[in-house]
């Protein structure tokens, strides 16, 4: 399985980006998908997760903010990242849970700072 993601870069504080993850699996056998980041020196942490438009988790610190959609046609997962503060400086990582349990496939990840 492939997960590239890609939109990463640069963004001002209060500013909004939309990474993108493009997925070779058959997205709609998926249980789940999401993305995790990680900062320097911290542990990866959920940021979003996906199973159905209506069954989705978010991290606290993102809570209205973010948004994560899934395309099974297309095979993507999405994650729209609105007022952005400087926390959120951190590698991106796309995932997917083929099963309720078991291992995750991940993306090699994107970079998103936050800086003005």
């Known amino acids: 399985v492939q997960l590239v993601e890609s939109g990463g870069g640069l963004v001002q504080p209060g500013g909004s980006l939309k990474l993108s993850c493009a997925v070779s699996?058959?997205?709609?056998?998926?249980?789940?998908a999401g993305w995790y980041r990680q900062s320097p020196g911290q542990e990866r942490e959920l940021v979003a997760a996906?199973?159905?438009?209506?069954?989705?988790d978010y991290a606290d610190s993102v809570k209205g903010r973010f948004a994560v959609y899934r395309d099974n046609a297309k095979k993507t997962v999405d994650l729209e990242m609105n007022n952005l503060k400087p926390d959120a400086t951190a590698v991106y990582y796309c995932?997917?849970?083929?099963?309720?349990?078991?291992?995750?496939?991940w993306g090699q990840g994107t970079q998103l700072t936050v800086n003005s």
């Open positions: 699996a058959k997205l709609s056998t998926v249980y789940a």
């Open positions: 995932y997917l849970q083929p099963h309720w349990e078991g291992n995750y496939d």
């Open positions: 996906i199973r159905t438009a209506s069954d989705q």
